[in-house]
């Protein structure tokens, strides 16, 4: 059973980083796309960062340059650091494997 369990969210001031991290069971992250989606109120659920099996990534044009999204294999891990943060980073972050999800980590960024 895959089981993907998120943390490192909180409260942050604009301009400020955080790393969010996903503990991810049942599944290698090593073999598998992995990806980070946020959902703000009242808005759709996005695609933020994307990591292949590949190694290669790709992002949200609205992060670009900001947050970078990386995998550790031992732990079975797999990161957002974010960095520069705004306003409207402001969402829930889910951690995604094919049809699983996490339950999400609240990222608040005050200005």
């Known amino acids: 059973q895959v089981q993907l369990v998120e943390s490192g969210g909180g409260l942050v001031q604009a301009g400020g980083s955080l790393r969010l991290s996903c503990v991810v069971s049942?599944?290698?992250?090593?073999?598998?796309?992995m990806a980070w989606y946020r959902q703000a109120k009242g808005k759709e659920r996005e695609l933020v960062a994307a990591?292949?099996?590949?190694?290669?990534?790709n992002y949200a044009d609205s992060v670009k340059g900001r947050f970078t999204i990386s995998r550790d294999s031992d732990r079975n891990t797999v990161i957002l650091q974010m960095n520069n943060v705004k306003p409207e980073d402001t969402a829930v972050y889910y951690c995604?494997?094919?049809?699983?999800w996490g339950r999400g980590t609240q990222v608040t960024v005050s200005s």
């Open positions: 995604n494997h094919a049809t699983y």
């Open positions: 049942g599944v290698a992250v090593r073999f598998w796309r």
């Open positions: 990591i292949f099996t590949s190694g290669n990534t």
